[in-house]
């Protein structure tokens, strides 16, 4: 065969080996790290991959070549799809410098592996003091103060074990004197669940990459309401009591109010289940008209129960029922009127709560 006929199908031969090729080694062509950061508070990686792949990420920490640390995390990748996963580092740092790697295994094969260099002391000392960084039910509350005026980037993430469930980030925060960032959780969170917030900052340097520090808090969602003092009224013919929700841990309960007369020492206990279910600033009203209460003065404890009847909150006060003066009343003509004026006491504090919401 002619010598350029040969070249020529080779020239047509090659990029179908290629094809093979890559089909036979699809791991080295499809995975990739993206990008992976480290410092000694956690570390955290993009995985993007050209087709469904179930693998472990293997974390490590060295120390001049020695392990000091590792963790394993399982990830399901979706062809295309970037998978990012975060974890925190326990040991305590005892030096200035050292090495994370990252490593993605798929069914025990090293697929590929990158290292980023971690600092530690004043060698990664950003420009700001965290003085407060206080994750609660409603949101998390973030305190800066500057050693010296810059500008960072600030961005919270809410963690589920080693998943990112919720992350907002604020650019371009100035830091010329304190700065307080306040973010609200926007979803439902799950009763006595323990949650971690990361705090990732960004400060901007002028010819450099920017500099990069994480802090980490934790805390215990809870349903968490209160009984708003101003909004309690109480008096001869009943009580109308307002709560507010104060946490994302939905708080589906009730009214108790507990009434004790001081002369007899008689207490009797009324119930009023809330129609709202209430999350972090609703509000909900619920009246209750005493029955058969003898004249005098009496104690009076309000709760806030849950449907598990665990308390929240608790108001006291105290009332007087007057001795009734002149012709006597019947039960009926009695409690006619003191349930309409009640039900028009609720009408006005909800319609008054309605014009403070407008």
């Given amino acids: 065969m002619h010598l ?20 036979a080694n699809p791991a ?3 995975i990739e790290i993206s990008d992976f950061f480290s410092d000694f508070t956690s570390s955290d990686v993009t995985i993007v991959s050209g ?19 590792s963790h394993e995390v399982p990830f399901n990748a979706r ?8 974890i925190l580092w326990e040991t305590k740092p005892q030096h200035d410098y050292y090495t994370a790697k990252l490593s993605l295994y798929d069914e025990g094969k090293l697929l590929v592996s990158k290292t980023y260099p971690v600092s530690y002391g004043t060698v990664a000392l950003p420009s700001f003091h965290v ?32 998943d990112v469930v919720y992350s907002k980030t604020r650019e371009d925060v100035s830091l010329v004197t304190s700065a307080e960032i306040r973010m609200l959780w926007p979803f439902l969170l799950v009763n006595n669940e323990r949650y971690t ?22 805390f215990i969602a809870n349903r968490d309401v209160e009984i708003l003092p101003d909004d309690v009224e109480v008096d001869d013919y009943g009580a109308s009591v307002t709560i507010r929700g104060r946490s994302q841990v939905p708080f589906d309960g009730s009214i108790l109010v507990i009434t004790k007369n001081r002369a007899t020492n008689e207490t009797r206990t ?16 619920a009246g209750i008209v005493w029955r058969d209460l003898a004249p005098g003065t009496y104690d009076v404890v309000i709760l806030a129960v849950d449907h598990e009847n665990v308390a929240l909150d608790r108001y006291e006060t105290v009332f007087r029922i007057p001795e009734e003066t002149g012709a006597a009343e019947t ?28």
């Fill in 4 to 23: 350029d006929n040969r070249k020529k199908i080779m020239i047509c031969i090659a990029p179908a080996l290629l094809i093979v090729f890559s089909l």
């Fill in 28 to 30: 080295a062509a499809y």
């Fill in 51 to 69: 087709e469904n792949l179930q693998g472990r990420a293997v974390f490590e920490l060295f120390f001049s070549g020695s392990l000091v640390e």
């Fill in 79 to 86: 062809a295309g799809e970037p998978v990012y996963k975060v």
């Fill in 131 to 162: 003085v407060d960084f206080s994750p609660t039910n409603t949101g998390v509350q973030l305190l800066l103060r500057p050693f010296n005026p810059s500008a960072v980037d600030i961005k919270i993430e809410l963690l589920d074990n080693n």
């Fill in 197 to 218: 917030v990361r705090a990732k900052i960004y400060t901007h340097r002028l010819y450099a990459s920017p500099l990069i520090n994480t802090y980490t808090a934790f």
């Fill in 270 to 285: 009324y119930t009023a289940k809330l129609e709202e279910i209430l999350v972090s600033g609703k509000e909900d009203t």
């Fill in 331 to 358: 039960p009926g003509t009695k409690s006619t009127p003191g349930f309409a004026a009640l039900v028009s006491m609720i009408i006005i504090l909800a319609a008054s709560r309605r014009l403070k919401g407008a």
